[in-house]
Nanobody, 115 residues
């Protein structure tokens, strides 16, 4: 069973930056779509960005130009570089690995954007 472990969350001021990391316990990037989701308090979980095995990256409109998803296959790690953070980016961020109808989730990491 593949496991995903996120890190890098925290408290940051508006306009600041954070980088989230998601370490997978195995080499799955060639077969799984890796993604970052977030869930704000009282709201549904939403896709932030994902990357296909072939490297195609998709972003939700609200983060385009501010967030960058990348992966390091040698380290089995996916990153989410977040810049120009806004209070509305506050949420628990989850890493995911999806293949067909099967999804693996990480435990989540809290990101709080506040002055």
């Amino acid at each position: 069973q593949v496991q995903l472990v996120e890190s890098g969350g925290g408290l940051v001021q508006p306009g600041g930056s954070l980088r989230l990391s998601c370490a997978a316990s195995g080499s799955i990037f060639s077969t799984y779509i890796m993604g970052w989701y977030r869930q704000a308090q009282g709201k549904q979980r939403e896709l932030v960005a994902d990357i296909t095995p072939k490297g195609r990256i998709n972003y939700v409109d609200s983060v385009k130009g501010r967030f960058t998803l990348s992966r390091d296959s040698a380290k089995n790690t996916v990153y989410l570089q977040m810049s120009s953070l806004k209070p509305e980016d506050t949420a628990v961020y989850y890493c995911s690995a999806r293949r067909l109808s099967y999804t693996i989730w990480g435990q989540g990491t809290q990101v709080t954007v506040s002055s």
